[in-house]
């Protein structure tokens, strides 16, 4: 008989090393009805690769707001109204040609030459939060480097001062506790909904103080941006900042904090990438395909249609397994293996099609700093937690990671 995902998802087994589950999944089951998640569980590469591009079939108006609408009754709704309505708008939650018009209008701002320009300030971070740290010869990834680090570099794109950097750290986590399950309890989502409206009240105040005096940043560009007569919505600039903050902030901080914990696993790539930093560019891909965060993407079936041979109904749900498909098989020889040369290396952990990461670069400019300083300043690199604590929801990465090390 094969795999039932649904009698491992709460396994601590499942959380610590999900890839032979996957595997398994891939070859007995690969489009798999989960009665827990009430949805599809699609592993394959071609098929998770077919339904991210496929915008006609799969739909991603919904992703977030069919979760509420699916385990909620009318009262809870009417409670949970903002946190639905502003996950009905902003990029991620809407398709093209929509999702083409607000996509065009951010596309100067993520370009890779737009995005080279913030190297100096990642750089400042990364030094400012290792010289914390290197007097003790010890570091709490999480929470001295990885969690820290992304939300100061997208405060930065944000043109927000430095002074407010926490509130940004507090809100992104109180607005993804919601995100952590597919299916959240109702109280987790108020909780999500108040972080929610202080962000929009801030990032409000701001955008109105931007239309006055227009400044260097993303939120100036997205209030001023205009495309063929077309302009961005106050709604849509609300959601997409916020679709940035989260998209950029966990994602980021779970990539690092995952990728130092494989290196300590792997001493030979360790060695072989403090020997040689020219690696770093494929090293850096390898990291996001062999520990990706992103786990889970969704999407919504818009017709009756077939997965893999499997038939779907319009409606139906489904969760897009990018780190099994990222380990399959049939698309990368050797799966298994971290071999931070591999080349090359179609990895899906930025999704594909339309909604490819937008922070694609930048999340990429964070990890080569990061990594590199780290391995330039800190000699002897020892772990020391064990065994790890795995948060594992729509993202998985460890909780907490405590590494040792000699200056
Ligand atoms: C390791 C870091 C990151 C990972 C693994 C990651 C992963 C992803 C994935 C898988 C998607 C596609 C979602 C879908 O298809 O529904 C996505 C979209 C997105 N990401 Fe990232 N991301 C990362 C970092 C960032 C950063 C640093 C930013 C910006 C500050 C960012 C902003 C976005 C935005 C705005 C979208 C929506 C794009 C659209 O809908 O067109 N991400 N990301």
């Known amino acids: 008989m094969?795999?039932?995902?649904?009698d491992v998802i709460d396994s601590p087994a499942f959380a610590a090393d999900p890839f032979p589950y996957y595997r398994e999944l891939q070859a007995?089951?690969?489009?798999q009805w989960s009665r827990r998640w009430n949805c599809w569980v699609v592993t394959r590469y071609e098929e998770v690769r077919t339904c991210l591009q496929d915008f006609r079939r799969f739909s991603n108006v919904g992703r977030i707001t069919g979760l509420f609408h699916r385990h909620f009754d009318a009262a809870q709704l009417a409670a949970l109204q903002p946190l639905v309505a502003h996950y009905s708008q902003g990029l991620i939650n809407v398709d093209p040609p929509e999702h083409t018009r607000i996509r065009k209008l951010l596309h100067d701002a993520f370009r890779p030459a737009t995005i080279s320009?913030?190297?100096?300030?990642?750089?400042?971070?990364v030094d400012e939060l290792l010289a914390a740290r290197l007097g003790a010869q010890r570091l709490e990834v999480v929470h001295d480097l990885a969690h820290p680090l992304p939300v100061q570099v997208i405060a930065e794109l944000f043109g927000v001062p430095r002074a407010d950097v926490n509130l940004f750290t507090r809100w992104s986590a109180g607005i993804v506790e919601f995100m952590k399950s597919p299916q959240p309890a109702f109280e987790t989502c108020l909780r999500s909904q108040t972080s929610l409206l202080e962000l929009r009240a801030y990032l409000r105040a701001a955008m109105a103080e931007r239309r006055t005096r227009p400044r260097d940043d993303v939120l100036?560009?997205?209030?001023?941006?205009?495309?063929?007569?077309e302009a961005l919505t106050e709604e849509e600039i609300l959601g997409t900042s916020v679709t940035l903050l989260l998209g950029g902030h966990e994602t980021t901080t779970r990539l690092l904090t995952t990728t130092i914990l494989e290196l300590l696993r792997h001493p030979a790539?360790?060695?072989?990438?403090?020997?040689?930093?020219?690696?770093?560019?494929?090293?850096?891909?390898?990291?996001?395909?062999?520990?990706?965060?992103?786990?889970?993407?969704?999407?919504?079936?818009?017709?009756?249609?077939?997965?893999?041979?499997?038939?779907?109904a319009k409606g139906d749900y489904i969760l897009l397994m990018l780190a099994a498909a990222n380990r399959d098989p049939e698309q990368f020889a050797d799966p298994?293996?971290?071999?931070?040369?591999?080349?090359?290396?179609?990895?899906?952990?930025?999704?594909?099609?339309?909604?490819i990461c937008l922070g694609a670069h930048l999340a990429r400019l964070e990890m080569a700093v990061a990594l590199g300083t780290l391995l330039a300043s800190c000699r002897e690199l020892r772990l020391c937690s064990d065994p790890i604590a795995w948060d594992f929801g729509f993202l998985r990465g460890p909780r907490e990671l405590v590494i040792e090390f000699k200056r």
């Open 28 to 31: 007995d089951d690969p489009v």
């Open 117 to 125: 320009r913030l190297a100096g300030h990642v750089r400042q971070f």
């Open 336 to 355: 298994d293996a971290l071999d931070l040369a591999r080349k090359p290396n179609r990895h899906l952990a930025f999704g594909f099609g339309p909604h």
């Open 220 to 229: 100036s560009l997205m209030v001023h941006a205009q495309s063929e007569g």
């Open 269 to 312: 790539q360790l060695d072989q990438l403090r020997a040689d930093p020219s690696l770093m560019e494929t090293a850096v891909e390898e990291f996001l395909r062999y520990c990706g965060p992103f786990h889970r993407d969704q999407r919504v079936c818009l017709t009756d249609t077939t997965i893999g041979g499997i038939a779907i």
């Open 2 to 6: 094969s795999l039932k995902l649904d």
